[in-house]
């Protein structure tokens, strides 16, 4: 490949082909691009239906960051097992630094637009894609509905719409929200130190 005539080391060939394994140029594309539609749309919203209010509004950052959390699934699950299962601690330092990488993209996508929805949405990914890998180590990519169930549940139970939310929901919160952001970085630390510490899959 062109990229690889300029790996002069083995660790810059070794990253180069996790680059390649993981297709890390997907998830950064797509949360690029998803950012750029929460700048122009994300602070609209729509009426769904819930349990408790009958028909609420719920404000499009809730459900933008789902296609980013689920490029990252798609990412992390790429892989060769067998090679893998030998450098499973060099390989996964790298996945926590490729999700780092997509959240960064967002946030400075967000910061060039002048975009506080886009800084929300940033966050919300932070939020969704702590919850996924709390659950990768048993279900794998399939833990990306997770991030889908908590959608469901936000839109069907909570008890106040946009632009009040219920304090618990946490997507539908301003960017300014102090204690949507600091849940944000509590799931985002638990799945990364989850994922760090699961045993490696048999391949």
């Known amino acids: 490949m062109v990229y690889e005539r300029?790996?002069?080391?083995?660790?810059?060939r070794v990253m180069l082909w996790w680059f390649k394994?993981?297709?890390?140029?997907?998830?950064?594309?797509?949360?690029?691009?998803?950012?750029?539609?929460a700048a122009w749309v994300g602070g609209t919203w729509v009426l769904l239906p819930s349990l408790f209010a009958g028909a609420q509004q719920t404000v499009m950052t809730v459900f933008l960051p789902v296609p980013i959390v689920a490029a990252l699934a798609l990412s992390l699950d790429s892989r060769l097992r067998s090679f893998e299962a030998t450098a499973i601690r060099a390989l996964r330092a790298r996945d926590t630094l490729l999700i780092?990488?997509?959240?960064?993209?967002?946030?400075?996508v967000s910061a060039v637009l002048?975009?506080?929805v886009g800084a929300a949405t940033?966050?919300?990914v932070a939020f969704l894609t702590g919850l996924m890998l709390t659950i990768w180590p048993w279900v794998r990519q399939a833990s990306v509905m997770i991030p889908v169930m908590w959608i469901a549940v936000l839109v069907f139970f909570s008890r106040n719409p946009y632009p009040d939310p219920d304090w618990w929901t946490v997507l539908p919160e301003p960017a300014s929200a102090p204690h949507a952001a600091a849940a944000a970085?509590?799931?985002?630390?638990?799945?990364?130190?989850?994922?760090?510490r699961a045993r490696p899959e048999q391949p």
């Open 114 to 116: 002048t975009s506080d």
């Open 100 to 108: 780092c990488t997509v959240l960064g993209v967002c946030l400075v």
């Open 185 to 196: 970085i509590v799931s985002l630390a638990v799945g990364l130190t989850v994922r760090l």
């Open 6 to 12: 300029f790996a002069t080391s083995l660790p810059e």
């Open 122 to 124: 940033a966050r919300n």
């Open 21 to 37: 394994i993981r297709r890390g140029w997907v998830p950064v594309a797509v949360a690029a691009a998803t950012t750029v539609l």
